[in-house]
T-cell receptor
Framework: DQQVKQNSPSLSVQEGRISILNCDYT??????FLWYKKYPAEGPTFLIS?????DKNEDGRFTVFLNKSAKHLSLHIVPSQPGDSAVYFC????????????FGKGTLLTVNP | NAGVTQTPKFQVLKTGQSMTLQCAQD?????MSWYRQDPGMGLRLIHY???????DQGEVPNGYNVSRSTTEDFPLRLLSAAPSQTSVYFC??????????FGPGTRLTVL
């Protein structure tokens, strides 16, 4: 049973526009959520996180929104740049064990010049 | 700092062979983890450690052993490789409740 779901395997946007990546979770114990970015042949790199006590966290062009009642989070990238083209993984943890992450399957974002 | 390093980058094994994937970090992180990534799948937790001498199982531990004798190193051992263990393996480390830092990965093929 997948506890973290990214239902869009891929997303294509134009440079300068907004990219919105979505993630749903089923485990009510999750209280910390992260987004990782992964380029081919490299390890994932941390992008942004949000605690369940917040509903929004912003870092430059990246904003993560959390809707606890819907068990849904989204990552907004504005404006999108070609260098943002990568696989984006949503991850979650909970119960004070933030070192144990449950990942979604990832969304391949392609930003076209 | 080198961050999280993994060796080897690539490895081909025959079914039944054993090997150890090495992972080291120089950030004095207490938490270290091993994940595997398969095509069309997210990363899945194999084993993790909350400090030297302490390890525990993750989501997919079968066929793998770990030990943590020092803060810096967290090797992953495959005792008898199987084709189902063909995957890309990532080691990660973190301190406290902060985000995990990942190594570059080891691509393993078992024939």
């Amino acid at each position: 049973d997948q506890q973290v779901k990214q239902n869009s395997p891929s997303l294509s946007v134009q440079e300068g526009r907004i990219s919105i990546l979505n993630c749903d979770y089923t485990n009510s114990m999750f209280d910390y959520f992260l987004w990782y970015k992964k380029y081919p042949a490299e390890g994932p790199t941390f992008l942004i996180s949000i605690s369940s006590i917040k509903d929004k966290n912003e870092d430059g062009r990246f904003t993560v929104f959390l809707n606890k009642s819907a068990k849904h989070l989204s990552l907004h990238i504005v404006p999108s740049q070609p260098g943002d083209s990568a696989v984006y993984f949503c991850a979650a943890s909970g119960g004070g064990s933030n070192y144990k992450l449950t990942f979604g399957k990832g969304t391949l974002l392609t930003v076209n010049p | 700092n080198a961050g999280v390093t993994q060796t080897p980058k690539f490895q081909v094994l025959k079914t039944g062979q054993s090997m150890t994937l090495q992972c080291a970090q120089d950030m004095n992180h207490e938490y270290m983890s091993w994940y595997r990534q398969d095509p069309g799948m997210g990363l899945r937790l194999i084993h993790y450690s909350v400090g030297a001498g302490i390890t525990d199982q993750g989501e997919v531990p079968n066929g793998y052993n770990v030990s943590r004798s020092t803060t810096e190193d967290f090797p992953l051992r495959l005792l008898s490789a199987a084709p189902s263990q063909t995957s890309v393996y990532f080691c990660a480390s973190s301190y406290g409740d902060n985000e995990q830092f990942f190594g570059p990965g080891t691509r393993l093929t078992v024939l």
